[in-house]
């Protein structure tokens, strides 16, 4: 079987350092191409691909016959126009999250999809980690008991980086967008279910969200999370049941911000307790996501993280923004 053969639509330092890197590695996967204008930024990635072929602009990239798929990573204003034309141009689309800004975007999105017969989809790579199907199938097979609460935490600081485009709100910058997908789409993924009662607070700083505490219900459990771009690195993913608990340590960044590893907290029949750890120390989730994606291509297989999905994030995160009282 070919690989399948990508592109990469626009040189950013995340590209350069994880996706590009995971699709060069992914089986089934050949890094083919690069559209950008810099030189320089072509050379981060020619070190570790130095066959790439390098296109000057992004509609040279969406022309080359040889390119299969692209993935883009560029701004998320520019997610679902560029998204579009990359599928008008033919070509399968893996697009950073968040692949668009409001809901209502999802529909030019799944009819560009189908209208293509090909496969579009959110970057959204924690789904492909097995850590995170593993909590699926304990809490939703009731290892711990009916599940009372969720709680989630992401947050970091880049007050310092004030051109970075996620302090840009006409780049669609903000926590919500950058890192609230992951506290709102691994409860979601987890459960099965859609949030609900919906409540939040945000802080705003130059016109884009900051810190966002959100609260909510995910059927009978009831849900708390924050998200923050001004405070120091965490993240933690917690679920409660009435017989037990799972932690999720390192639910976003696996290997980046340290190991994966799912804590299963359970009591015994002497009143104390027990912790069983599972780690997952090898685990890329980036190239995961790749060769899955291949294989929805290539062998017909149902891509675990479908627009649909995506879409249904988007519209809890629009109510998070709708119903939010500031800070």
């Not at 559209?35 to 390098?54: E, L, M, R, W, Y």
């Not at 002497?270 to 069983?276: D, E, I, N």
């Amino acid at each position: 079987m070919q690989p399948l053969n990508w592109g990469i639509l626009g040189a950013s330092k995340f590209a350069r350092l994880f996706m590009g890197p995971a699709i060069h590695a992914a089986h089934g996967a050949r890094l083919a191409a690069l559209a950008t204008s810099s030189a320089d930024k072509a050379q981060g990635f020619q070190a570790f691909c130095p066959d790439i072929k390098v296109h000057t602009d992004y509609d040279a990239m969406l022309a080359d016959p040889s390119i299969d798929a692209v993935y883009i990573p560029l701004p998320n204003h520019l997610h679902v126009p560029w998204t579009i034309k990359a599928l008008e141009a033919g070509k399968h689309v893996l697009c950073e999250k968040p692949i668009a800004m409001q809901t209502s975007d999802f529909d030019q999105l799944i009819a560009a999809r189908d209208k293509a017969g090909l496969l579009a989809a959110e970057a959204y790579m924690i789904v492909h980690h097995p850590q995170w199907q593993h909590v699926r199938d304990l809490v939703q097979s009731g290892e711990i008991g009916r599940l009372v609460h969720i709680a989630g935490r992401f947050s970091f600081d880049n007050r310092a980086d004030t051109e970075n485009i996620r302090n840009r709100p006409e780049t669609g910058g903000g926590a919500l967008r950058d890192i609230g997908v992951y506290v709102i789409g691994a409860a979601r993924f987890v459960t099965g279910q859609e949030g609900s009662d919906i409540s939040a607070r945000i802080r705003k700083e130059n016109g884009v969200d900051v810190f966002s505490e959100i609260g909510a219900r995910f059927g009978d459990a009831t849900y708390s999370a924050y998200v923050s771009t001004r405070m120091h690195p965490a993240q933690e993913m917690v679920f409660h049941g009435e017989k037990g608990l799972i932690r999720v340590v390192v639910p976003f960044n696996a290997r980046v911000f340290g190991e994966a590893q799912i804590e299963i907290h359970k009591a015994n029949h002497v009143g104390g307790g027990t912790v069983t750890t599972h780690r997952f120390p090898a685990d890329d989730h980036y190239k995961l996501q790749v060769e899955a994606f291949v294989r929805s291509v290539r062998e017909g297989v149902d891509y675990p993280c479908p627009l649909e999905f995506s879409r249904g994030t988007q519209a809890m995160m629009d109510q998070v923004f709708e119903v939010a009282r500031d800070l």
